[in-house]
């Protein structure tokens, strides 16, 4: 499809793991990105990856790309009631993409219980 | 470092009043900038994109217009608006970067528009 894909919702509880998935949509996406959006507030760039890596973990953070599926996931270590946001997934599309062009998903609601 | 910048934070506006929403970077020099809308549903629909000075593309045509007028400097304007203009309007920029082409973009506070 031409759309970038989220689950909407993710509920976990203090401490555990979460794992947000995304499917993007060109296979020749050169870069990956995720974003994180509190309410009332704008989106924060919490990581991205160059489309020739398999993971990047940058502390409680790590990145999984499967570029056979275009399959996207952001884990989440020791997941804290402040990592309650909305999770956005982009990719920045190759051949023939607009010089810039970030396509965007839809958001994931992280919900964090104490 | 860089920073951006969007004023008003909020605005409550009636339908048919004009629009004017500011956007300015600082701390970079030619930035590619955008302005984003998101509405109910929280999907980000990418309404205007600028390489450069009065260089202006629109990505879906519509109530609203973008002007550049200097560099670091972006605006969102309608002379009429409806209620549908309602949303959180997002401002971003991004240089790119090196070989590889890495570009990233950051993105403003936002402005939320209720048109009433």
């Known amino acids: 499809g031409e759309d970038v894909e989220q689950s909407l919702f993710l509920s976990v509880r203090e401490g555990d793991s979460s794992v947000i998935n995304c499917t993007y949509t060109?296979?020749?996406?050169?870069?990956l990105y995720w974003y994180k959006q509190e309410p009332g507030a704008g989106l924060q760039l919490l990581t991205y990856i160059f489309s020739n890596m398999d993971m990047k973990q940058d502390q409680r953070l790590t990145v999984l790309l499967n570029k056979k599926d275009k399959h996207l996931s952001l884990r989440i270590a020791d997941t804290q009631t402040g990592d309650s946001a909305i999770y956005f997934c982009a990719e920045r599309r190759g051949r023939g993409s607009t010089l810039g062009r970030l396509y965007f998903g839809r958001g994931t609601q992280l919900t964090v219980w104490p | 470092s860089q920073t951006i910048h969007q004023w008003p934070a909020t605005l409550v506006q009636p339908v048919g009043s004009p629009l004017s929403l500011e956007c300015t970077v600082e701390?970079?020099?030619?930035?590619?900038l955008y302005w984003y809308r998101q509405a109910a549903g929280r999907g980000l629909q990418l309404l205007f994109y600028?390489?450069?000075?009065?260089?202006i593309s629109s990505e879906v045509p519509q109530n609203l217009s973008a002007s550049r007028p200097q560099d670091r400097q972006f605006i969102l304007s309608s002379k009429k608006l409806l209620l549908s203009d309602s949303g959180f309007y997002l401002c971003?920029?991004?240089?790119?970067?090196?070989?590889?082409?890495?570009?990233?973009?950051?993105f403003g506070p936002g402005t939320r528009l209720l048109v009433l």
């Open positions: 701390g970079t020099s030619n930035p590619n």
């Open positions: 600028s390489v450069g000075i009065g260089q």
């Open positions: 971003a920029w991004s240089v790119i970067l090196g070989q590889a082409k890495q570009e990233t973009q950051y």
């Open positions: 060109d296979s020749s996406s050169t870069y």
